[in-house]
């Protein structure tokens, strides 16, 4: 799951945060706002690591893993134009998580594997409002690594409730989720209830990998 990119109203989000943490399983967290100061990133994640460390949840921080060594994080995510894997990996120790983007990339995720990484990141698999996608991913890749290799893969990428089924089926080990979450709307249920509509469908939807031409 994945944080809105800003956080006006601290306060208010934590609440919100702690309740769709509570709605159900929840692998990690990548707090991920954009245009702001250090310091509201620092006073961001020393307001939600708690919530999520409560819940049992990982947290990571994007692009910075200084400030994922400055806060306590349980990792980072980096793309492709952050800091390199290897300089995270140094900075930050063997525990720590450290996910990759690969957009749609068999290469790029092939060498983040061979580095080291934690989890390889494929996508955007559909639309999204969140940020401008530089790629445009097909469920295919999630097979083709599936088949390949161990390292865990998540999708990313305008995924919701509703279109999240063929990207599990397709061997996705994770799905990264944002607005879906923090825009479901209050009258139906809010966030907790997105947070239960999306472990239903990777519940109930089995894996069935595509054939790949690779």
Known sequence: MITPPRLDDLAAFSRVFDAALSAGDVACVQLRLKDVSDAEIVKAAEALIPIAHKHDVAML??????????????????????????EARALLGPDAIIGVTCHDSRHLAMEAGEQGADYVAFGAFYDTATKDAISRAEPEILSWWQRLFEVPCVAIGGITPDNAAPLVAAGADFLAVSSSVWSFPSDQGG?????????????TTPVSLLETNA
């Open 61 to 86: 921080i994007n692009d910075r893993p200084d400030l994922t060594l400055k806060v306590g994080a349980d990792g980072v995510h980096i793309g492709q134009q952050d800091t390199p894997y290897d």
């Open 191 to 203: 966030p907790g209830q997105a947070v239960k509509a999306i472990n239903d469908v990777i519940d």
